[in-house]
């Protein structure tokens, strides 16, 4: 599977996701910068963390109407695979190649900590190696991560099942006290109707080596790879 | 010369802060007057910031040199090999005035400048600690500086993406006029690739690249090398502003251009700007340089060539790249949307000369700039000392209930969990971080080999005051120590050394004294001090702070699977204590936060045996015997038990037996070098048992892990039965208490 990680000024996780694709699951990868306008052979595009120009204006504003983010509509439109994570996330929701927004930490301050994540949907490329109801342990690390949306669109995802992962406690519960930003609903990763495009505030990049403190992480990675098995070996859960 | 700025007289170099000797000495070195222009060169270069006037000669005792030294002393910072081809590039720094006039942005613009001193070198920074220091949080004062350097921190550092992974917070009233913000840094280059500031090769092309230059700043390394009085904030302007996403830029850019290999030199613009760099980087080469101000990126009008030469701007750096490589240069500081600005060229000669549309502003021999006199001022010891040394603790009554201390103690501000800071740094980008903060040391993997760093710092400020020598001597072994525990071998060592006004013989004894300890400890422990920075006048209104040295040191692990962290990992290990037996409640935190005292004497610190227990810990985790290990410091043998109870996911108790000594609350409390807590695994502690006695030092199994209670007996006694969950709630709650 060929994977393509962007780069904007001010990336950072980059380097983290191109690793563990690299080393960790030896696959093919290369950066793309913000200027280009052309994904060409890529299988799955990341957008990864950071702060995108900063964040200047709000997070993910200026690289949501970036150059690369307009060749991604085409690429999307064509039915490649792309995973924002933290900032990439709220590209993705500021491109509106997702809804929502994502807001200010409720507490105001950054948070960097381990979370708990329940899967709700495992009909995703990104999560078909899951099981439904599963508890993922990844890090979040970002001080506008509140996801919020109105009514209508909050309905409508949770009608269309287009909410995949929520925070939760280590038993899988949905509660207040295992949200660590104050997101609707506990929201913390969403995709869009097609299934294609998953915004997720967590890093699963840092939940790939046992070296790291755990591979939850990589369990998304592994699906995704699971989805290019003719045999669908993989996907049988 | 122009003549478009004030005449320099006598009053105006006074009130630039150079004395009257000193002004006389450059009159006569020109022989002329200089301009206001040259005035300010003088002023900066000449500042006590940034020439170290009164602390080089003592400076000069501290081992500099390593089988493994790469870089001492004297550059952006100082490197060591690492192996596998690898160096670390690391140094820790002040940014303490800045901090207390504007906490967020002196917070702030003390990580930046940090990371860009690491940079420079070529190195790309991994890890970020933070030494800080605070009065006493029932001040609100102190709630808002608190909250406004570690918000600063957490801004820059994850903003750049370097992650935060370690450091200390300490409080004490001393502070609460003069906060401590030091900031260490660690990087990674390839060790045939560190670029160093200099400016070879007359004839090479002069480069300003990164940020534009405002009038932000201005006399930023004078005001950092003065007292305050009761006026501080008034000197708000003189602190810099920090756009970390132009930081992030700049590295990428910095670290893309040098892998081209144009690069012939490069130093950050910190203090004093580019007034620094255009007299620092010709002076290390023996070459002149010559530059034309107008040139320089503005984002301001109107500027005279003083304010460009003294502006302190952040994000900004001089670099002189080889002669016909100028393009390579332009274009990939285009590709990251930075300036990047041809202003000058080297010369031969040895003058620096800046230049204003032509017109020559000014002119001065570098060597000059960048050898400021040194002093030798006279050093006193400070007279309350003796008083205050033969106080013996033991007079004072014991508590009644030794948990109910112990439980006090945990939740005292600067023993208790720093999760409230931390979890607002990101520890973990770059995938590094293998031990997170928390443990006695952090540890960060080297991608592509086996090996690992560990990092930490520390340094008591009581310790210090009480015994200068030996409190600075025993900072030195407990970072060492700290590394150990992480089953790395220390491997180098930066200081920051922050005190009061130097000009006070009391205060400059504390610092005479103190480098001596440090001298001393790390010849015998064979750590070279690679780097560094002494921040004076840390005092207001005539209180000065503890004095207060802050050691980084900076292990390897040829192993890192073989690491261990300083909470109990299950039921049933065995637990010892390694070290000497001897302590005292002098200058302990037991002592502050039970009695509010800073009094007595110190325990009595054996560098030989320092030796062998740190070696011995590194032994018993590389031979992975070793469940959990923890350095006993603050709070003592007690504390380090608890802490080994409670700072891990899961609370785990432990039933320990200590020797009885004069009086109970020593055995608990009671502070000394050289000692560690120590789990194993019940099936092989024989083993450890073997390798303890090849190791020579003293040592005892005091006890094992296990149930929901820490209880702890001296002699026969029990003297502690505590739930271990009330433990961690007291240390949870202690500091983050005061911050919700």
Not at chain 1, 176 to 199: F, H, M, Q, R, Y
Not at chain 2, 343 to 348: L, N, Q
Not at chain 2, 447 to 465: I, M
Not at chain 2, 490 to 514: H, K, Y
């Amino acid at each position: 599977m060929r994977f393509g990680v962007v780069v904007f000024p001010g990336t950072w996780s980059d380097c983290d996701f191109h690793y563990v694709v690299s080393e960790v699951l030896h696959q093919p990868v290369r950066y793309v910068w913000h200027r280009e306008r052309e994904l060409g052979q890529l299988d799955c595009v990341i957008l990864p963390g950071g702060f995108s120009y900063g964040d200047y204006l709000r997070a993910g504003a200026v690289a949501g109407r970036s150059p690369v983010v307009e060749a991604l509509r085409d690429f999307v439109g064509r039915g490649g695979l792309v995973l924002g994570s933290c900032n990439g996330f709220q590209i993705l929701c500021e491109a509106g190649l997702l809804p929502g927004v994502l807001t200010r930490n409720e507490c105001l301050q950054y948070r960097c900590q381990s979370t708990h994540l329940v899967v709700e949907n495992v009909d995703t490329p990104f999560t078909r190696g899951l099981r439904a109801g599963q508890v993922l342990t990844m890090p979040i690390s970002h001080g506008e991560g509140k996801y919020y949306a109105d009514a209508e669109t909050l309905a409508r995802l949770k009608q269309q099942n287009l909410i995949v992962f929520r925070y939760a406690s280590a038993d899988g519960k949905v509660t207040k006290a295992s949200n660590p930003n104050g997101s609707l609903d506990n929201i913390a990763g969403i995709v869009n109707p097609e299934g294609t495009v998953l915004g997720m505030m967590p890093h699963p990049e840092r939940a790939s080596e046992t070296a790291m403190g755990g591979t939850d992480g990589l369990l998304m990675f592994q699906s995704l790879l699971g989805t290019l098995v003719e045999d669908g070996t993989f996907l049988k859960r | 010369m122009t003549g478009a700025e004030p005449k320099v007289t006598l009053d105006l170099a006074l009130d630039a802060g150079l004395t009257a000797e000193e002004y006389d000495r450059i009159l006569s070195q020109l022989g002329r007057e200089p301009t206001y222009a040259e005035l300010g060169l003088f002023s900066a270069l000449w500042s006590e910031h940034c020439a170290y006037k009164h602390s080089r000669v003592f400076l000069a005792r501290l081992p500099q040199r390593g089988p493994h030294v790469l870089q001492g002393p004297g550059e952006n910072a100082g490197a060591i090999d690492i192996g596998d081809g690898w160096a670390v590039v690391f140094k820790i720094e002040s940014h303490n005035h800045p901090s207390f006039i504007e906490p967020f942005q002196g917070a702030a613009t003390g990580v930046g400048g940090i990371l860009r001193d690491i940079f420079t070198m070529g190195a790309r920074p991994i890890a970020i600690l933070d030494s800080l220091r605070f009065g006493e949080l029932d001040n609100p004062k102190t709630l808002r500086l608190v909250n406004g350097v570690v918000s600063g921190i957490s801004w820059y550092g994850n903003c750049f993406g370097c992650p935060t992974v370690g450091g200390e917070i300490a409080f004490a009233p001393e502070y609460a006029g003069n906060p401590l913000v030091n900031v260490m840094c660690v990087g990674l280059v390839r060790a045939d690739q560190i670029v160093r500031a200099r400016a070879d090769g007359p004839g090479n092309p002069v480069f300003y690249v990164g940020n534009k230059t405002g009038r932000d700043g201005i006399h930023g390394a004078t005001m950092a090398s003065a007292t305050f009085d009761g006026h501080a904030e008034e000197r708000r302007p003189t602190v810099q502003v920090g756009d970390p996403f132009t930081e992030k830029l700049l590295l990428e850019a910095c670290l893309e251009v040098m892998r081209t290999g144009a690069v012939v030199g490069l130093q950050d613009m910190g203090a004093a700007g580019l007034a620094c760099c255009t007299a620092e980087m010709p002076a290390r080469s023996g070459t002149g340089m010559d530059v034309e101000l107008s040139r320089v990126p503005q984002r301001e009008t109107g500027m005279t060539p003083y304010e460009i030469l003294l502006s302190e701007s952040q994000e900004r750096m001089l670099l002189v790249a080889a002669r016909g490589r100028e393009e390579e240069v332009r274009r990939i500081f285009a590709r990251w949307e930075l300036e990047a600005v041809e202003i000058g060229r080297v010369t031969e000669g040895g003058e620096l000369t800046a230049r204003l549309n032509g017109e020559v502003v000014a002119r001065v021999p570098v060597d000059l700039l960048a050898e400021a006199p040194k002093y030798r001022k006279p050093t006193t010891e400070l007279s309350e000392l003796a008083e205050r040394r033969a106080f013996d603790p033991l007079t004072l009554p014991e508590p009644r209930d030794y948990g109910d201390a112990l439980i006090g103690l945990l939740g005292s501000p600067t023993i208790a969990s720093k999760e409230w800071a931390f979890r607002q740094y990101d520890q973990q980008v770059g995938i590094n971080t293998v031990i997170l903060p928390g443990s006695d040391a952090a540890v960060l993997r080297v991608k592509g080999t086996r090996r690992a760093l560990a990092v930490s710092t520390d340094g008591n400020g009581r310790h210090v005051f009480l015994d200068p020598r030996q409190g600075a001597a025993m900072a030195v072994c407990e970072a060492a120590r700290n590394v150990c525990c992480s089953g790395a071998e220390p491997r180098g060592v930066t200081d920051c050394m922050n005190f009061g006004s130097p000009e006070r013989p009391e205060i400059l004894w504390q610092f005479s004294e103190a480098i001596e300890g440090i001298s001393l400890a790390c010849r015998a422990l064979e750590l070279p001090v690679v780097g560094g920075n002494v921040s004076f006048y840390n005092e207001t209104s005539g209180q000065a702070i503890l004095p207060t040295p802050i050691i980084g040191v900076v292990g390897v692990l040829d192993d890192a699977s073989l690491r261990a962290t300083q909470w109990f990992k299950g039921p049933g290990h065995r637990v010892a204590l390694l070290g000497p037996a001897s302590v005292s409640l002098g200058g302990s935190e037991y002592l502050w936060a039970r009695h509010r005292r800073l009094a007595g004497r110190l325990a009595s610190l054996d560098f030989e045996v320092e030796r062998r227990v740190q070696r011995a810990v590194r032994a018993a985790v590389s031979a992975g015997l070793v469940t959990a290990a923890h350095d006993c410091s603050e709070g003592g043998v007690a504390v380090a038990l608890a802490e080994s109870c409670v700072t891990g996911r899961a609370v785990m108790g432990c039933e320990a037996t200590l020797v009885t000594t004069d009086r109970t609350d020593l055995a608990l409390f009671g502070e000394g070098p050289s000692r560690v807590v120590i789990a194993v695994e019940a099936a092989r502690a024989r083993e450890f048992e073997g390798l303890m006695a090849e190791s020579a030092i003293p040592w005892r199994w005091i006890g094992t892990t296990g149930g929901e209670r820490l209880v702890i007996r001296v002699g026969p006694q029990m003297v502690v039965d505590v739930d271990a969950g009330q433990l961690g709630r007291a240390w949870r709650s202690g500091f983050e208490g005061h911050m919700a």
